[in-house]
């Protein structure tokens, strides 16, 4: 198999989680199933996800000086991550709590704390590492001042860019046009659609996406946009045409690090120059596996149990 090296913008949070058999209403408590504190971080779990697929995986990301950034250095360890990765800053290391109820879906809210600190000065520090780099990933739990700069340094140095606009945030003109992969879901792409191409109607519908949303998107800048559907799979469009993946079947449990599976999952594929076809597919194996186990951390799945799922054994 064909290595990729990753260098990823990425984000620490300690990351508390409960299985709920419902979401609880305004005022109530309930009792969990299960409630798990581990570190996370939609960055952390792109690296980590990238790692246990076999990439060879770099990056920065912000912890601050509190107790909380305690958990940092054991997690980048135990996820074969290297020390460097990490930035010491002042103030509190970003948190964030998150809910599952018994069908799998999940709503969450976070604090970026010590996130909000990484800046374009920290990327520049790196640029060698970026330079060696297949693919540069980042998501929003950052700022947009160091995902502009990586971007910018990726463009200068041929290297591909993956953006997952989560939490979402209106993205930049700037950042859109050094963006080669876009990875959004439905909830993602109504927001965008909202600021870019207000007058389509229904934008999150995947007809609609490939026919009115996704063309307008790719004249922005990004030369694959993938709209992730849940349960019903997802869709990739680029200048090539459209072509659809069906989710995978699983009895989910945790779909907290699905998407971050999938995205990391994708950019790898293709930043092993395997086909959009072959990346969707593998994605969207990630995405399952990642629901099968509580909590993140743990759940994110390895090449193996990817090739195990789909029955393609490489």
């Given at each position: 198999?064909?290595?990729?090296?990753?260098?990823?913008?990425?984000?620490?949070?300690?990351?508390?989680?409960?299985?709920?058999?419902?979401?609880?209403?305004?005022?109530?408590?309930?009792?969990?199933?299960?409630?798990?504190?581990?570190?996370?971080?939609?960055?952390?779990?792109?690296?980590?996800?990238?790692?246990?697929?076999?990439?060879?995986?770099?990056?920065?990301?912000?912890?601050?000086?509190?107790?909380?950034?305690?958990?940092?250095?054991?997690?980048?360890?135990?996820?074969?991550?290297?020390?460097?990765?990490?930035?010491?800053?002042?103030?509190?290391?970003?948190?964030?709590?998150?809910?599952?109820?018994?069908?799998?879906?999940?709503?969450?809210?976070?604090?970026?704390?010590?996130n909000?600190?990484?800046?374009?000065?920290?990327?520049?520090?790196?640029?060698?590492?970026?330079?060696?780099?297949?693919?540069?990933?980042?998501?929003?739990?950052?700022?947009?001042?160091?995902?502009?700069?990586?971007?910018?340094?990726?463009?200068?140095?041929?290297?591909?860019?993956?953006?997952?606009p989560?939490?979402?945030?209106?993205?930049?003109?700037?950042?859109?046009?050094?963006?080669?992969?876009?990875?959004?879901?439905?909830?993602?792409?109504?927001?965008?659609?909202?600021?870019?191409?207000?007058?389509?109607?229904d934008?999150?519908?995947?007809?609609?996406?490939?026919?009115?949303?996704g063309?307008?998107?790719l004249?922005?800048?990004?030369?694959?946009?993938?709209?992730?559907?849940?349960?019903?799979g997802?869709?990739?469009?680029?200048?090539?045409?459209?072509?659809?993946?069906?989710?995978?079947?699983?009895?989910?449990?945790?779909?907290?690090?699905?998407?971050?599976?999938?995205?990391?999952?994708?950019?790898?594929?293709?930043?092993?120059?395997?086909s959009?076809?072959?990346?969707?597919?593998h994605?969207?194996?990630?995405?399952?596996?990642a629901?099968?186990?509580?909590g993140?951390f743990?759940?994110?799945?390895?090449?193996?149990?990817?090739?195990?799922?789909?029955?393609?054994?490489?």
């Amino acid at each position: 198999m064909a290595k990729a090296s990753v260098f990823v913008l990425g984000s620490f949070v300690v990351s508390c989680s409960a299985k709920v058999s419902r979401f609880p209403r305004p005022g109530e408590s309930l009792a969990a199933d299960i409630v798990t504190i581990e570190p996370g971080g939609k960055g952390l779990n792109l690296a980590i996800a990238a790692r246990r697929i076999g990439a060879e995986v770099d990056g920065v990301l912000a912890i601050g000086d509190d107790l909380a950034a305690s958990f940092a250095a054991p997690a980048l360890e135990r996820a074969g991550l290297p020390p460097a990765m990490s930035i010491r800053v002042a103030g509190k290391t970003g948190s964030g709590v998150g809910f599952t109820d018994a069908q799998g879906e999940t709503c969450l809210a976070i604090d970026p704390g010590a996130n909000r600190s990484l800046n374009a000065e920290h990327v520049r520090a790196a640029a060698d590492r970026l330079a060696a780099s297949d693919l540069v990933m980042a998501q929003f739990e950052i700022g947009d001042a160091p995902i502009r700069e990586a971007f910018a340094l990726a463009r200068q140095g041929g290297i591909a860019t993956l953006l997952n606009p989560s939490p979402f945030r209106p993205i930049a003109p700037d950042i859109l046009a050094d963006t080669h992969i876009l990875v959004l879901n439905q909830t993602e792409a109504e927001a965008l659609a909202a600021e870019i191409l207000p007058e389509c109607a229904d934008p999150a519908e995947p007809a609609r996406f490939v026919a009115e949303w996704g063309p307008a998107l790719l004249a922005r800048g990004p030369r694959l946009v993938v709209m992730t559907l849940g349960a019903a799979g997802a869709v990739a469009l680029s200048a090539e045409g459209a072509i659809g993946q069906a989710a995978l079947p699983v009895d989910p449990i945790d779909s907290l690090g699905a998407g971050d599976a999938f995205a990391a999952t994708l950019g790898v594929a293709l930043a092993r120059h395997w086909s959009t076809a072959d990346a969707l597919l593998h994605a969207a194996a990630a995405g399952a596996i990642a629901t099968r186990r509580p909590g993140v951390f743990e759940a994110l799945g390895t090449q193996a149990e990817i090739d195990q799922l789909i029955g393609m054994p490489r």
